[in-house]
């Protein structure tokens, strides 16, 4: 079983930047490919990065490539998503999410994740 927490999301202005984390529970952390996602109010949730076990192979939502960056600290069982140039469209519930232990490969598909967290708002405003 993983348990995962996420943090550091917040009210910021068109244009500024977070930094999300994801505290992870267990000592199987390393062998998950982790992942993020979003819903935003009225819409579907949606992927937006992951990541493999190894750091190795990232894979990014063409709406968020070039502006987020996905990176994880096995070390200290964590996932972070660094957001920069926000726009309101990202306004959203951002959630971390953990594939099956041993897992390697990271998805873009949300039914491939096991452990979801309780997510964590961003509002971007104009």
């Known amino acids: 079983q993983v348990q995962l927490v996420e943090s550091g999301g917040g009210l910021v202005q068109a244009g500024g930047s977070l930094r999300l984390s994801c505290a992870a529970s267990?000592?199987?952390?390393?062998?998950?490919?982790m992942g993020w996602f979003r819903r935003a109010p009225g819409k579907e949730r949606e992927f937006v990065a992951s990541?493999?076990?190894?750091?190795?192979?990232?894979y990014y939502a063409d709406s968020v490539k070039g502006r987020f960056t996905i990176s994880r600290d096995n070390a200290k069982n964590t996932v972070y998503l660094q957001m920069n140039s926000l726009k309101p469209e990202d306004t959203a519930v951002y959630y971390c999410?953990?594939?099956?232990?041993?897992?390697?490969?990271?998805?873009?598909?949300?039914?491939?994740?096991?452990?979801w967290g309780q997510g964590t708002q961003v509002t971007v405003s104009s």
């Open positions: 999410a953990a594939r099956s232990v041993g897992v390697a490969a990271p998805s873009m598909g949300a039914g491939a994740y096991a452990f």
């Open positions: 267990g000592r199987t952390f390393s062998s998950n490919a």
């Open positions: 990541i493999s076990r190894s750091n190795s192979v990232t």
